[in-house]
């Protein structure tokens, strides 16, 4: 099972970036995937998760309206639009999956509920 998160990187605050969680090793369409981040010195919090389906979204209230996620089932992929950045939302972006069998509608913003990670990206939005 393999992760990997990329499009992070600098930009000004009201800036965009789009972020992606490229997956391999699963069969994607069992899996629910969730999107974290983390601070420095701040604990990792869960931003956004997408079920298996497809059909079910949460965001954390801190993003609600700003971001969005999505999956791409031809490649296996989700990603993670934000737009109106600002600098609090400076940290590492984790993608993380976990298998949800029949449950298409199932996804979570704990991060207790997810079995495998990706080493993350930066990003970084300056004032």
């Known amino acids: 099972v393999q992760l990997v998160e990329s499009g992070g990187g600098l930009v000004q605050t009201g800036g965009s970036l789009r972020l992606s969680c490229a997956t391999s090793?699963?069969?994607?369409?069992?899996?629910?995937i969730g999107w974290f981040r983390q601070a420095p010195g701040a604990a990792r919090e869960g931003v956004s998760c997408?079920?298996?389906?497809?059909?079910?979204?949460v965001y954390a209230d801190s993003v609600k309206g700003r971001f969005t996620i999505s999956k791409n089932n031809a490649e296996n992929t989700v990603l993670l639009q934000m737009n109106n950045l600002s600098p609090e939302d400076t940290a590492v972006y984790y993608c993380?999956?976990?298998?949800?069998?029949?449950?298409?509608?199932?996804?979570?913003?704990?991060?207790?509920?997810?079995?495998?990670w990706g080493e993350g990206t930066q990003v970084t939005v300056s004032s």
């Open positions: 993380a999956a976990v298998f949800t069998d029949f449950r298409y509608h199932y996804c979570s913003n704990s991060q207790k509920a997810y079995h495998y």
């Open positions: 090793g699963f069969t994607f369409d069992d899996y629910a």
């Open positions: 997408i079920s298996s389906s497809g059909g079910s979204t």
